[in-house]
Protein backbone atom coordinates (compact mmCIF):
# COMPACT_ATOMS: atom_id res chain seq x y z
CA UNK A 1 0.00 0.00 0.00
CA UNK A 2 2.76 2.30 0.60
CA UNK A 3 4.78 1.51 -2.33
CA UNK A 4 1.19 2.09 -4.22
CA UNK A 5 1.24 6.08 -2.25
CA UNK A 6 5.22 6.67 -3.66
CA UNK A 7 4.79 5.84 -6.82
CA UNK A 8 1.55 8.18 -7.00
CA UNK A 9 3.79 10.80 -5.61
CA UNK A 10 6.19 9.98 -7.80
CA UNK A 11 4.28 10.23 -10.81
CA UNK A 12 2.39 13.86 -10.08
CA UNK A 13 5.73 15.14 -9.47
CA UNK A 14 7.10 14.12 -12.43
CA UNK A 15 4.30 15.55 -14.27
CA UNK A 16 4.30 18.83 -12.56
CA UNK A 17 7.95 18.74 -13.66
CA UNK A 18 7.06 17.83 -17.64
CA UNK A 19 4.43 20.80 -17.23
CA UNK A 20 6.69 23.40 -15.86
CA UNK A 21 9.10 22.76 -18.76
CA UNK A 22 6.88 22.83 -21.64
CA UNK A 23 5.70 26.51 -20.17
CA UNK A 24 8.90 27.83 -19.34
CA UNK A 25 9.88 26.48 -23.62
CA UNK A 26 6.92 28.25 -24.39
CA UNK A 27 7.53 30.98 -22.65
CA UNK A 28 11.14 31.06 -24.24
CA UNK A 29 9.40 30.77 -27.10
CA UNK A 30 7.17 33.65 -27.24
CA UNK A 31 10.17 36.07 -26.02
CA UNK A 32 12.05 35.04 -29.12
CA UNK A 33 9.41 35.53 -31.33
CA UNK A 34 9.73 39.33 -30.35
CA UNK A 35 12.84 39.35 -30.55
CA UNK A 36 13.01 38.37 -33.70
CA UNK A 37 10.03 40.52 -35.05
CA UNK A 38 12.42 43.48 -33.63
CA UNK A 39 15.04 41.98 -35.07
CA UNK A 40 13.03 42.13 -39.21
CA UNK A 41 12.16 45.69 -38.04
CA UNK A 42 15.22 47.05 -37.42
CA UNK A 43 16.69 45.16 -40.60
CA UNK A 44 14.34 46.50 -43.04
CA UNK A 45 15.59 49.92 -42.00
CA UNK A 46 13.89 52.22 -44.29
CA UNK A 47 10.84 50.06 -44.79
CA UNK A 48 8.29 48.65 -42.87
CA UNK A 49 10.21 50.03 -39.53
CA UNK A 50 9.91 53.70 -40.57
CA UNK A 51 6.82 52.91 -42.47
CA UNK A 52 5.18 51.86 -39.08
CA UNK A 53 6.44 54.90 -37.02
CA UNK A 54 5.64 57.42 -39.95
CA UNK A 55 1.76 55.96 -39.46
CA UNK A 56 1.96 55.89 -35.79
CA UNK A 57 3.04 59.63 -35.42
CA UNK A 58 0.59 60.60 -38.35
CA UNK A 59 -2.21 59.05 -35.97
CA UNK A 60 -0.65 60.80 -32.55
CA UNK A 61 -0.61 63.82 -34.73
CA UNK A 62 -3.98 63.87 -35.84
CA UNK A 63 -5.13 63.15 -32.41
CA UNK A 64 -3.27 66.38 -30.62
CA UNK A 65 -4.71 68.32 -33.16
CA UNK A 66 -8.30 67.13 -32.73
CA UNK A 67 -7.84 67.59 -29.13
CA UNK A 68 -6.54 71.18 -29.67
CA UNK A 69 -9.52 71.99 -32.27
CA UNK A 70 -11.78 70.60 -28.82
CA UNK A 71 -10.07 73.31 -27.01
CA UNK A 72 -10.28 76.03 -29.23
CA UNK A 73 -14.02 74.89 -29.59
CA UNK A 74 -14.26 75.07 -26.09
CA UNK A 75 -12.71 78.42 -25.72
CA UNK A 76 -14.43 80.21 -28.36
CA UNK A 77 -17.83 79.72 -26.43
CA UNK A 78 -16.29 80.20 -22.84
CA UNK A 79 -18.94 83.06 -22.80
CA UNK A 80 -21.15 82.50 -25.40
CA UNK A 81 -20.31 84.11 -28.19
CA UNK A 82 -19.22 83.14 -31.16
CA UNK A 83 -16.95 85.77 -33.22
CA UNK A 84 -16.55 85.56 -36.87
CA UNK A 85 -12.21 85.52 -36.00
CA UNK A 86 -13.06 82.65 -33.75
CA UNK A 87 -14.96 80.84 -36.42
CA UNK A 88 -12.33 81.56 -39.16
CA UNK A 89 -9.55 80.27 -36.95
CA UNK A 90 -11.98 77.06 -35.80
CA UNK A 91 -12.78 76.22 -39.48
CA UNK A 92 -9.29 76.60 -40.83
CA UNK A 93 -7.75 73.97 -37.73
CA UNK A 94 -10.74 71.31 -39.27
CA UNK A 95 -10.45 72.00 -42.65
CA UNK A 96 -6.59 70.55 -41.64
CA UNK A 97 -8.13 67.57 -40.08
CA UNK A 98 -10.94 66.96 -43.00
CA UNK A 99 -13.44 67.22 -40.59
CA UNK A 100 -17.17 67.63 -42.11
CA UNK A 101 -18.68 71.38 -42.01
CA UNK A 102 -21.85 69.96 -40.90
CA UNK A 103 -20.25 68.26 -37.87
CA UNK A 104 -18.36 71.56 -37.11
CA UNK A 105 -21.57 73.74 -37.39
CA UNK A 106 -23.15 70.70 -34.84
CA UNK A 107 -20.40 70.93 -32.46
CA UNK A 108 -20.30 74.60 -32.35
CA UNK A 109 -23.98 75.09 -31.91
CA UNK A 110 -23.89 72.22 -29.22
CA UNK A 111 -21.13 74.15 -27.13
CA UNK A 112 -22.64 77.22 -27.72
CA UNK A 113 -26.09 76.26 -26.74
CA UNK A 114 -24.46 74.47 -23.55
CA UNK A 115 -23.02 77.48 -22.55
CA UNK A 116 -26.28 79.93 -23.03
CA UNK A 117 -27.87 77.29 -20.19
CA UNK A 118 -25.08 77.56 -17.71
CA UNK A 119 -25.86 80.16 -15.23
CA UNK A 120 -22.38 80.77 -14.53
CA UNK A 121 -21.91 82.06 -18.04
CA UNK A 122 -24.10 84.57 -16.95
CA UNK A 123 -21.94 85.85 -14.32
CA UNK A 124 -18.89 85.95 -16.56
CA UNK A 125 -20.40 87.74 -18.89
CA UNK A 126 -21.43 90.45 -16.81
CA UNK A 127 -17.81 90.50 -15.45
CA UNK A 128 -16.55 90.43 -18.55
CA UNK A 129 -18.72 93.67 -19.79
CA UNK A 130 -17.94 95.52 -17.10
CA UNK A 131 -14.08 95.13 -17.91
CA UNK A 132 -14.94 95.74 -21.88
CA UNK A 133 -16.39 99.22 -20.56
CA UNK A 134 -13.47 100.21 -19.18
CA UNK A 135 -11.35 99.44 -21.48
CA UNK A 136 -13.21 101.18 -23.93
CA UNK A 137 -12.87 104.01 -21.73
CA UNK A 138 -9.21 103.92 -21.74
CA UNK A 139 -8.68 103.05 -25.32
CA UNK A 140 -10.49 106.19 -26.16
CA UNK A 141 -8.18 108.66 -24.18
CA UNK A 142 -5.27 107.98 -26.41
CA UNK A 143 -5.63 110.81 -29.30
CA UNK A 144 -5.36 108.94 -32.35
CA UNK A 145 -2.98 111.31 -33.76
CA UNK A 146 -0.21 110.31 -31.45
CA UNK A 147 -1.13 106.49 -30.53
CA UNK A 148 -1.75 103.35 -32.73
CA UNK A 149 -4.16 100.65 -30.56
CA UNK A 150 -1.69 97.89 -32.20
CA UNK A 151 -3.40 94.74 -30.21
CA UNK A 152 -6.38 94.25 -27.89
CA UNK A 153 -6.15 91.23 -25.71
CA UNK A 154 -9.19 88.70 -25.26
CA UNK A 155 -9.94 87.33 -21.92
CA UNK A 156 -11.58 84.54 -23.18
CA UNK A 157 -10.85 81.10 -20.99
CA UNK A 158 -12.55 77.75 -20.21
CA UNK A 159 -11.67 75.05 -17.62
CA UNK A 160 -8.10 76.05 -17.37
CA UNK A 161 -7.88 76.23 -21.26
CA UNK A 162 -7.36 80.14 -22.61
CA UNK A 163 -6.00 82.22 -25.30
CA UNK A 164 -2.34 83.47 -25.12
CA UNK A 165 -3.39 87.15 -25.48
CA UNK A 166 -5.01 86.49 -22.00
CA UNK A 167 -2.31 86.94 -20.18
CA UNK A 168 -0.80 89.69 -21.58
CA UNK A 169 -2.09 93.34 -20.80
CA UNK A 170 -4.80 94.40 -22.23
CA UNK A 171 -3.37 97.20 -24.42
CA UNK A 172 -0.63 97.41 -26.58
CA UNK A 173 -0.33 101.00 -28.13
CA UNK A 174 2.65 102.36 -30.36
CA UNK A 175 3.48 106.13 -29.51
CA UNK A 176 4.61 108.39 -32.77
CA UNK A 177 5.84 111.66 -32.66
CA UNK A 178 8.20 113.97 -35.09
CA UNK A 179 9.46 110.27 -36.25
CA UNK A 180 9.90 109.03 -32.34
CA UNK A 181 8.30 105.64 -31.49
CA UNK A 182 7.71 103.50 -28.88
CA UNK A 183 5.21 100.94 -27.61
CA UNK A 184 3.98 100.17 -24.49
CA UNK A 185 1.57 98.67 -22.90
CA UNK A 186 -1.72 98.86 -20.00
CA UNK A 187 -3.47 96.43 -18.44
CA UNK A 188 -7.40 97.91 -17.32
CA UNK A 189 -8.95 96.86 -13.92
CA UNK A 190 -12.17 98.45 -12.41
CA UNK A 191 -12.92 97.80 -8.95
CA UNK A 192 -16.63 99.26 -8.00
CA UNK A 193 -15.08 100.09 -4.47
CA UNK A 194 -12.90 99.88 -1.96
CA UNK A 195 -12.15 96.99 0.28
CA UNK A 196 -9.86 97.73 2.98
CA UNK A 197 -9.03 100.76 2.46
CA UNK A 198 -7.52 99.26 -0.50
CA UNK A 199 -8.07 97.16 -3.38
CA UNK A 200 -6.41 93.77 -4.97
CA UNK A 201 -5.90 94.72 -8.67
CA UNK A 202 -4.82 91.19 -9.10
CA UNK A 203 -3.75 87.60 -8.76
CA UNK A 204 -0.46 86.83 -8.16
CA UNK A 205 -0.11 84.75 -11.53
CA UNK A 206 -1.16 87.26 -13.33
CA UNK A 207 0.85 89.98 -11.50
CA UNK A 208 3.92 87.60 -12.47
CA UNK A 209 2.52 87.18 -16.31
CA UNK A 210 2.62 90.92 -17.03
CA UNK A 211 6.10 91.44 -14.90
CA UNK A 212 7.33 88.58 -17.55
CA UNK A 213 5.72 90.59 -20.74
CA UNK A 214 7.17 93.64 -19.78
CA UNK A 215 10.55 91.80 -19.59
CA UNK A 216 10.25 89.91 -22.59
CA UNK A 217 9.09 92.32 -24.86
CA UNK A 218 11.30 95.18 -23.56
CA UNK A 219 8.24 97.17 -23.25
CA UNK A 220 7.13 99.47 -20.30
CA UNK A 221 3.29 98.24 -18.66
CA UNK A 222 1.07 100.73 -17.06
CA UNK A 223 -1.61 99.66 -14.97
CA UNK A 224 -4.74 101.98 -15.26
CA UNK A 225 -7.21 101.39 -12.32
CA UNK A 226 -10.46 102.70 -11.99
CA UNK A 227 -13.01 102.33 -8.45
CA UNK A 228 -16.40 103.49 -7.98
CA UNK A 229 -18.92 105.00 -9.95
CA UNK A 230 -20.03 103.08 -13.14
CA UNK A 231 -16.97 101.18 -15.52
CA UNK A 232 -16.97 103.67 -18.21
CA UNK A 233 -17.09 106.63 -15.71
CA UNK A 234 -15.58 105.56 -12.61
CA UNK A 235 -15.26 108.48 -9.28
CA UNK A 236 -11.27 107.94 -9.60
CA UNK A 237 -8.29 106.67 -12.20
CA UNK A 238 -5.43 106.00 -11.32
CA UNK A 239 -2.29 105.46 -13.89
CA UNK A 240 0.66 103.24 -12.26
CA UNK A 241 3.51 102.03 -13.92
CA UNK A 242 3.93 98.32 -12.97
CA UNK A 243 7.38 99.10 -11.96
CA UNK A 244 6.41 100.34 -9.31
CA UNK A 245 3.97 98.46 -7.54
CA UNK A 246 5.65 95.11 -5.19
CA UNK A 247 2.07 93.97 -3.97
CA UNK A 248 -1.34 92.80 -5.81
CA UNK A 249 -3.08 94.71 -3.00
CA UNK A 250 -2.42 98.68 -2.90
CA UNK A 251 -3.49 100.75 -0.25
CA UNK A 252 -5.11 103.82 -1.17
CA UNK A 253 -2.39 106.09 0.65
CA UNK A 254 -0.21 104.07 -2.51
CA UNK A 255 -3.06 104.78 -5.15
CA UNK A 256 -3.56 108.87 -4.33
CA UNK A 257 0.02 109.33 -5.74
CA UNK A 258 -0.93 108.60 -9.34
CA UNK A 259 -4.11 109.88 -9.38
CA UNK A 260 -5.00 110.97 -12.84
CA UNK A 261 -7.45 114.56 -12.16
CA UNK A 262 -10.05 115.56 -14.47
CA UNK A 263 -9.37 112.27 -16.75
CA UNK A 264 -13.02 113.00 -17.96
CA UNK A 265 -11.96 115.46 -20.14
CA UNK A 266 -8.46 114.82 -20.50
CA UNK A 267 -6.31 112.85 -22.78
CA UNK A 268 -3.86 110.77 -21.85
CA UNK A 269 -0.21 111.68 -22.19
CA UNK A 270 3.20 109.59 -22.66
CA UNK A 271 6.27 111.21 -22.04
CA UNK A 272 8.78 109.16 -24.05
CA UNK A 273 12.29 110.55 -22.61
CA UNK A 274 10.93 108.98 -18.59
CA UNK A 275 8.16 106.37 -20.13
CA UNK A 276 5.61 108.07 -17.91
CA UNK A 277 2.14 107.76 -19.13
CA UNK A 278 -0.32 110.11 -17.10
Known sequence: MIGTVFIIIGITILGLGVFLLMKSENKKAIINAKVETNLKTIKIGNETGEEEISKIAKDFDNETK??????LIKLA???????????EIIIKKAEGLNI???NLEKALANELQK????PETKIIDKQKERGDLFE???????NKNYFTLKNWAGD????????????QPDLQLSFKLRGIEHNFAVECKY??????????WAKQTQFNNYRKFEQDYNMPVFVAIGIGGNPNNPEELFIIPLNNIKDTFLHNNFLTK???????????????NNNKLS
Open 66 to 71: KQELKN
Open 77 to 87: AADGVLTNNEK
Open 100 to 102: NPE
Open 115 to 118: KLND
Open 136 to 142: ALIASKF
Open 156 to 167: KYSNGIYAETTI
Open 191 to 200: RSSYYKNGIE
Open 258 to 272: YKKLNFQQNNFYFNH
